[in-house]
């Protein structure tokens, strides 16, 4: 998709109409993330792009066909190289559907959406595309005057002035407030409110030394003496493109000791000129030269401003494949951009869609606990969705992360990830299935073996379990969690206090309700056609069946 004929156009994403009506009204128009931004309607058939955004199959076909590539409102330009079917969004978009009593999203007409699609290209290029070879007169006209007043050529203008116009094309950037240090999990995750890093762990402590020659800003005279955000970057962006590998290097090691001390500067570098030289070197074969450029994304995404623009701009699946197949500082940089990535909320599906679940429970048995640390916390984050849920249960998370619990590895934080799946239907049965009762109330027994946060999230993901769950009560029982539950409630911590409270509270309520209903097998028992017994509360009664 490209060539000389290649054109660029900005679409407008879906405006609502009615945003002056009434909020009742608002309630029923479906969420932005639902619409086709190019199309604008409930997406029949929706794709995921790399840079995890989502769009019809059927416009980026018809952009294909057209050679045409939008610029989209937040000033992205998509990359529809690679599609991917988006089954996640597209099954929430039907249970919207049903749950709001509106119709399927029927499947767009080719003719329509290329009507839209040349409605927002500017009057004279739509007027090529339609008429085809055709020259109109004005064109012919314009034509002939060039015949008769042929330019004067300079062929030598073009190498001297054109590489010093292109140097001095700057790219806009955005600003925002910095991230916060901690964060409190939200209504989308009831069961786990607990205050969390939001900085990853590789981030807090200084590279190895086969990663970070040290270089200062008096090394670099020129970035030292320039005030203006845009040279720093411009001369960045020179040696992350040079040639030279140790160019490149001595660029990546800079930008890195910036971007970790000035959060400013994350800012105003998170630009697309920097962000495209910085995606070729995490390819990079030169192990310095990816770890460098990873830990400098990883400065880059701690600004909340910069996140969705790190993970449109396609570096999620690039991060991937360090995750898989890095060295092993490569990989908790990695892990810790993934998580630092994970905390925005519109990121979340996308990493999801883009694959990087596997390899983050994979990770959780790595050997450096930087790795494993930022990947819990990563699997955490993505596991508030429930998109993120269900595609774990699918993985087979529930069994690998409960036999991480039983061993003792990074027990606290997979607790963590094992309280979200809980809250699913879907994780809650395949934690049930899998013994996840027995494990719990176990390691509440060996109290003396584990540390308070692991007994707190031992209680919280007991309590996800018990709601709605009619098998909790019997798997409790056989576990024996009463005793333990009152221990706990005497000498635990105040939160794990309470939700052993709780989850007492709910045993006993259901037990009052077993008492109360009637005992139906007992009145189905041998010889039951003569005589049916059959007993309300505590007190049994007899009838014959000939009173019936």
């Known amino acids: 998709m490209g060539g000389n004929g290649k054109h660029r156009w900005i679409f407008s994403f879906y405006q609502r109409s009615n945003s002056s009506s009434s909020p009742k009204q608002s309630k029923n128009l479906p969420p932005h993330e639902f619409l086709c931004p190019i199309s604008g309607s409930l997406m029949f058939d929706p794709v995921v792009i790399p840079s995890g955004q989502s769009f019809d199959r059927i416009s980026i076909q018809v952009c294909r066909d057209l050679g045409f590539t939008p610029t989209l409102q937040d000033g992205s330009t998509p990359d529809f190289s690679t599609i991917i079917p988006n089954l996640a969004i597209k099954t929430t978009i039907l249970a919207w559907c049903r749950d709001h009593h509106a119709q399927d999203p029927a499947p767009p007409d080719y003719s329509s959406v290329e009507k839209i699609v040349l409605s927002k290209i500017p009057e004279q290029t739509s007027s090529r595309l339609t008429s085809g070879p055709d020259i109109r007169v004005s064109e012919r006209e314009l034509l002939k005057a060039v015949a008769e007043n042929p330019p004067v050529l300079f062929s030598h203008a073009v190498t001297e002035i054109g590489p010093s116009v292109n140097s001095r094309l700057l790219c806009s950037t955005s600003t925002s407030s910095s991230s916060d240090e901690s964060v409190i999990v939200t209504a989308s995750s009831p069961y786990t409110p607990l205050p969390l890093s939001t900085r990853p762990a590789c981030f807090s402590a200084s590279g190895s030394s086969s990663s970070s020659t040290e270089i200062t800003l008096s090394e670099t005279p020129n970035l030292k003496s320039q005030s203006s955000s845009s040279l ?29 001390t000035k959060e400013e500067a994350r800012i105003s570098l998170c630009s697309t000129r920097l962000l495209s030289a910085l995606r070729s070197l995490i390819t990079s074969r030169y ?11 990883v400065n880059l995404s701690l600004e909340k401003s910069n996140k969705v623009v790190i993970v449109r701009s396609g570096f999620v699946p690039l991060l991937i494949d360090a995750l898989k197949a890095g060295s092993s500082e490569a990989q908790e940089h990695a892990a810790g951009a993934l998580f630092s990535l994970a905390l925005e909320d519109d990121n979340k599906m996308a990493i999801g869609v883009l694959g990087a679940l596997q390899p983050l429970l994979h990770a959780l048995r790595s050997e450096s606990e930087r790795t494993q640390h930022d990947s819990a916390l990563a699997l955490y984050h993505l596991s508030l969705i429930q998109s993120n849920r269900v595609k774990l249960v699918k993985l087979g998370a529930v069994l690998t992360l409960l036999s991480m619990v039983k061993s003792g590895d990074s027990a606290s934080r997979v607790l963590l990830v094992l309280c979200n799946l809980a809250a699913c239907p879907e994780g809650k049965s395949a934690m049930l299935d899998a013994n996840a009762v027995a494990i719990l109330v176990g390691m509440l027994r060996e109290s003396e073996l584990v540390c308070k946060a692991t007994r707190e999230n031992c209680v919280a993901a007991l309590f996800a379990l018990s709601h709605g769950s009619m098998r909790f009560k019997g798997l409790a029982k056989e576990a024996r969690a009463v005793e333990v539950l009152r221990e706990v409630e005497e000498r635990g911590s105040e939160r794990a206090k309470d939700k052993a409270k709780r989850i007492l509270q709910i045993m006993k309520d259901r037990k009052e309700d077993e008492d109360d209903e009637i005992d139906w097998e007992a009145a189905l028992e041998s010889g039951g056609l003569s005589r049916t017994r059959y007993r309300v509360g505590k007190d049994d009664f007899a009838a014959n069946s000939s009173d019936f």
């Open 232 to 260: 720093e970057e411009q001369e960045l962006v020179l040696k992350l493109k040079s040639s030279d590998i140790f160019e490149q290097e001595t660029g990546l090691v800079l930008l890195r000791k910036i971007t970790r």
């Open 287 to 297: 192990s310095v030269v990816q770890t460098n450029a990873i830990a400098s994304l």
